[in-house]
């Protein structure tokens, strides 16, 4: 099980949001690529990176702070980053400023051919963020509720050949209240792609307990508050779930 800490960009600092409110954003550093770098000594084996001003904007807006992480990861580490990211060119653009794997989000729901399309040209580079509430979808930076139900478009999109999903229940990112087991469980169950699970990490059980699941396909889990308010040390978090793994 890999634990990926999350660096969520706005206006050039790194922030958390609560239920992806931007209005409720808690700046925790002025300094992107220091936050990137003192991830990489705390053992981090990835990164998790999310524009969200370019998710709100349909378009990349922190290209200065995704380069400045790249550069200072220096190919240690893969990185992969969402926001804002909606055609062909931008995908380029980011595997070669250094991202190891983008993220589509919005775009895969609205535009499915587009994410077809990504996965033929960057086979292996790419992932979709499926983020849910109640096991809908929604949209544009979780302002928009759709129709969706989570398990059917993960199933297509694990046809057009992604590389992973990565699963947020939106009702308890941010919130601490630990993450929905369950419903994680539920999506990897009819997949044969990996889960990354994501959102309400509070602490050591959280990773205890998605261990314990780990077998069904899910094989990473994104934290970012917990660690950044110390409620969740990372470096225990990733031998914890090292010891586990191995166990199995």
């Known amino acids: 099980m890999l634990i990926i800490p999350a660096i969520d960009l706005k206006d050039g600092k790194c922030v958390r949001l609560q239920q992806g409110a931007m209005e409720t954003a808690t700046v ?5 690529a220091a936050m990137a770098e003192r991830w990489l000594k705390h053992g981090a084996r990835r990164l998790h990176v999310v524009d969200l001003n370019g998710a709100a904007a349909g378009r990349p807006k922190n ?3 995704i380069r400045a992480i790249a550069t200072a990861v220096g190919g240690k580490i893969p990185v992969q980053l969402g926001g ?4 062909l060119d931008t ?11 983008v993220i589509v989000g919005t775009a895969a729901v609205k535009t499915p051919g587009f994410l077809h399309d990504a996965c033929t040209a960057f086979a292996g580079h790419i992932l ?5 509430k ?7 930076g979780w302002s928009k509720m759709t129709g969706h139900q989570v398990a059917d478009l993960a199933k297509k999109f694990q046809d057009y050949g992604v590389e992973a999903i990565i699963y947020t229940d939106i009702g308890r990112d941010g919130m601490l209240t630990g993450i929905n087991i369950e419903a994680t469980v539920a999506l990897a169950r ?5 889960v990354i699970a994501s959102g309400g990490i509070t602490g050591l059980e959280d990773i205890k307990a ?3 699941v780990e077998r069904e396909g899910i094989v990473a889990a994104i934290t970012g508050r917990a660690v950044y308010e110390g409620k969740l040390d990372f470096a225990a978090a990733q031998k914890l779930a090292d010891q586990l793994s191995k166990k199995d």
């Open 28 to 32: 925790f550093s002025d300094d992107p």
């Open 63 to 65: 290209e200065g702070a």
């Open 84 to 87: 804002g990211v909606r055609d």
């Open 91 to 101: 995908i380029e653009q980011l595997l070669d400023s250094g991202i190891s794997y």
């Open 128 to 132: 979709v963020a499926l983020d849910a």
């Open 134 to 140: 109640d096991g809908k979808v929604a949209v544009d």
């Open 190 to 194: 009819v997949l044969t792609v990996p």
């Open 210 to 212: 998605l261990c314990e």
